[in-house]
Every structure is written in C-alpha cells, then in structure tokens.
C-alpha cells in the first residue's frame, strides 16, 4: 500500500514504532468476536503521553480516524478500523508509576494489564477486585466499563477509577479526578470517559482504587435442582445484605462443557461459585445463612475450600467456561451476550432465555454474575452459514428485548461497540440526543473510534 499523506510526520514523531505491515494491520483489526477483520491503515506504538498527543494532533490536522487498542481482548468489535486510519496499540506503556498503601491507589499507565498489576500487588497486602474473563489492558477495562466475578461487592471500573490522564481529539492532554476519595467539583468528567469506548479521547494513565486483602477466603459450590432453585438463592443472598464477594451461575449446559474440558465430575445441573471475603468470624456466619437460604431452596450440601491452592482450583472450572464451551463446538466463533436485569428478574429472563433456545436450536451455555442481575449466553456458530448466523442474531435480540422489557439493559460489562449499536435508541430513547450532543462538543470532527457506541441519527 501506498504510505498516506500523514505518515512521514508520524515517522518523525515515533522512529520505527509504527507499522503499516499486513500482518500487523490485521491483528489490531478484529478482537475477540465473530466480527468480520477491518483492519487500520497504520498501527503506531508511543511511550508516553506526549506521544499520544502528538499523534492524535496529527491525525486531527490531516481528519485521520483513531482507534486505541489495548490487548484486544473486546468481544463487540471495538477495534474494527471501520473507517481505515491509525490504530494506537497503547501496550508498550505498561509502567506501575505508583503504588501508595497509605492513601491505598495505584497509578498506572494504561496498557498494564490486569494480571500484570495482580502480580505485582501480590505481595502488598492490596488487591484490585475488577478482573473480566481475560488478561485486559486497564485502560481498555476503563474504556469499556468492565467489571466481572467481584463487581458484586466491589462495584465496576467505573467505582475504581479515581482519575485519569487522557488525550483529547484535538491532543489537548487533561487530567481529570483526584486522589481524593470523594469530590462534589464540577462536572465528574472521569466518569464520561470511563465507559466512553474511546468515542471522547484517548486514556493514557489511570489512578486506580486498592482494596485491602481479606483477613480469610472462603469458596464454595452448589448445585440445585432447577435454575429458579439458584437464582433465589442469590437474590435472597442479596436481599439479606449479606456482603458475599462472588456469586456465579452456570447452567447444566456449562457445568457439561467443563466437566469435558477439564475433566472434573461435577453434577451437570444449575450450580453456584460462590466466594466470600473478610474477617473469619464474619465469614463463617455469612457462610451458614447462605446454607440455610440455598437449602430452603432445595439445594444439595455446599462443598466449601479454605486452602488457597484448593479454592483456585475449585474456582478454575468457572474462569475456564468460556474455553469449555467452545470446546464443545471446535471451530466456531462466540457471540457473547451480557444483558443485565434488576435481580427480581432474573430468574425469569433466564428461563425465558433458555426456552427460546432450545426452540432455536443454537448452542448457547449459560454463566452469570448473579448477584448484580448480569448473565451471558456463550453463543456458538459457524459464521460462515448464513442462516444459522441469522438464527443466532435473532436470538440475541430477543434476549436484548425481553430484558430492556424488564428494566434491564443490553449490555452490563461488555460495552457497545458496533454490535449493539441497534439497540442504543431502544435502551435510552431521547437521551441518546444528550450524548451526540457530548461527542459532537469534544470530537466535532469524528475522529476517536469513529461508528462505535453511538448510531448514526
């Protein structure tokens, strides 16, 4: 291909920290996801900050689209180059600038990854809870919202992220937030980028909050007799105020899968992970309510693990699920889903879910974060058969539907990205105006992320 207009400025800027190889091109095209590769035109590689902005400046001169890319790990098509332009894979600024324990944050550069900094808080005392399912960068965890197994005690990235440093779409660089734990200053600016999908600016440095380690860890699995028996459960568990740091479901269909995969024996029925957290005396009361709640709801005997060694490998079985099931359907891609719907709900959206899915006949495993409502469909196909990838399609609506119907939303951690960009005007209605209106204030040119988040009027 032939070097666009704007790329001996960017040689100049960075040496040989860009690419315009295809095999480069087309891995900062796609992601996780059954998204067709669009890959940019240039992949560039800064340092710093004031990289970052000389980057974006020149794009902004020439009206270059920017996509930032972390580790890739987006499952709605986040980094599809839809419109071409520079793609700025931010990992090589993967610094741990500060770890303080008295005011108890972590200032990062954003392309640290999520187990990057567990292994260096290993030995702190201090911990980060906000984990997705895979090793994410942190800055793309805050672009998207993420959250995971411990958002139920813990909150989201959005209740983690203290501050941040970002580059506008003109290369403006500001710093929003504080080190504060509380602030009532103006308008809460952290909290429109952390969310935004790169739609607003480019986050370069995060501050993040730490939590302490837990005095003791209990973990613990249960099976019940019907999805309704275990969703009860935790909403009872909820309900009741007990302060568990974990509760997950997975359906038969997934407690299958990983039997296979991993070569366990568990009883292939509806089965919570549960895991609590703090001092022993209190956990070991929280533990024997949620005995008598699931018990009341007909379940079998818990089988609890204190031994760390132990307790990871009981909780291995659940972060292997989204590898166990595809392992059930060598060669097909996964369409994730993550609706969330307020907990009194949920019982019901799930069995709806899994009757509309035996009446299509896709292969769809079930795991949730029961406690905070959020469940996913681990959706299998073969996107090169058109009707089966239509028949998938149309069950992922119905699914958005049926939980936008209940007060729900269509996506609790995943974001929007391209893939659910139909069901924006659906969820916030007029609201969407608002936010054209903020995107169209900062990014006039529509530059940053170009056709994600926000559909088109």
């Excluded at 035109?41 to 794009?59: K, L, R």
């Excluded at 201090?126 to 197994?149: C, Q």
């Excluded at 595809?326 to 709900?345: E, F, W």
Aim: aromatic share 6%; proline share 5%; glycine share 8%.
């Amino acid at each position: 291909m032939n070097n666009p207009p704007f790329f001996q400025e960017l040689t100049a800027l960075l040496g040989v920290r860009l690419s315009v190889n295809a095999d480069v091109r087309e891995a900062h095209g796609a992601g996780y996801s059954y998204h067709e590769c669009m890959p940019p035109d240039v992949v560039v590689f800064p340092n710093t900050t004031e990289e970052v902005s000389g980057i974006v400046s020149i794009c902004a001169k020439y009206g270059v689209p920017i996509v930032p890319f972390g580790a890739g790990t987006s499952i709605e098509g986040h980094v599809l180059a839809l419109r071409g332009g520079i793609c700025i894979d931010l990992r090589e600024m993967n610094q741990v600038l500060e770890v303080n324990k008295d005011d108890m944050y972590v200032l990062v550069q954003a392309g640290v990854t999520r187990n990057q900094l567990d292994e260096l808080l290993e030995s702190t005392g201090f911990f980060f809870p906000i984990g997705p399912g895979v090793n994410a960068t942190l800055g793309g965890m805050a672009s998207t919202r993420a959250s995971g197994t411990n958002a139920v005690r813990y909150g989201t990235m959005k209740d983690n992220v203290l501050a941040l440093t970002a580059v506008l779409p003109d290369g403006k660089i500001i710093k929003t937030g504080s080190k504060a734990k509380k602030s009532s200053a103006g308008y809460d600016l952290t909290r429109l980028l952390v969310g935004a999908e790169g739609t607003l600016g480019v986050i370069t440095e995060l501050t993040l909050k730490l939590h302490s380690e837990p005095e003791t860890i209990y973990a613990a699995v249960c099976a019940f007799p019907t999805v309704e028996a275990a969703v009860a459960t935790a909403i009872k568990t909820i309900q009741k105020g007990v302060p568990i740091a974990k509760i997950e479901l997975l359906d038969a269909a997934m407690m299958r899968a990983i039997n296979r995969y991993s070569s366990l024996d568990y009883e292939e029925v509806p089965t919570l992970f549960l895991e609590f957290h703090g001092a022993v005396a209190e956990v070991e009361g929280q533990i024997l309510k949620v005995e008598e709640y699931a018990h009341s709801f007909g379940a079998a005997d818990f089988v609890w693990e204190k031994d760390e060694a132990r307790r990871k490998r009981l909780w291995r079985a659940r972060t292997d699920a989204a590898p166990s099931a595809m392992a059930l359907r060598p060669g097909a891609k996964l369409m994730s889903t993550d609706v969330c719907v307020p907990i009194s709900q949920l019982a019901k959206c799930i069995v709806d879910t899994q009757q509309d899915i035996e009446k299509t006949g896709i292969m769809a495993p079930i795991l949730g974060h029961v406690g905070d409502g959020n469940f996913h469909l681990t959706i299998l196909i073969n996107s090169d058969d058109k009707e089966e990838f239509e028949r998938a399609k149309a069950l992922n609506e119905r699914l958005v539907r049926r939980a936008l119907a209940m007060g729900g939303t269509c996506t609790g951690e995943h974001g929007i990205g391209v893939g659910k960009l139909q069901y924006m005007a659906l969820e916030h209605g007029d609201s969407l105006d608002i936010m054209r209106a903020i995107k169209h204030a900062i990014d006039p040119q529509n530059l940053m992320n170009p056709g994600k988040l926000l559909p088109e009027r």
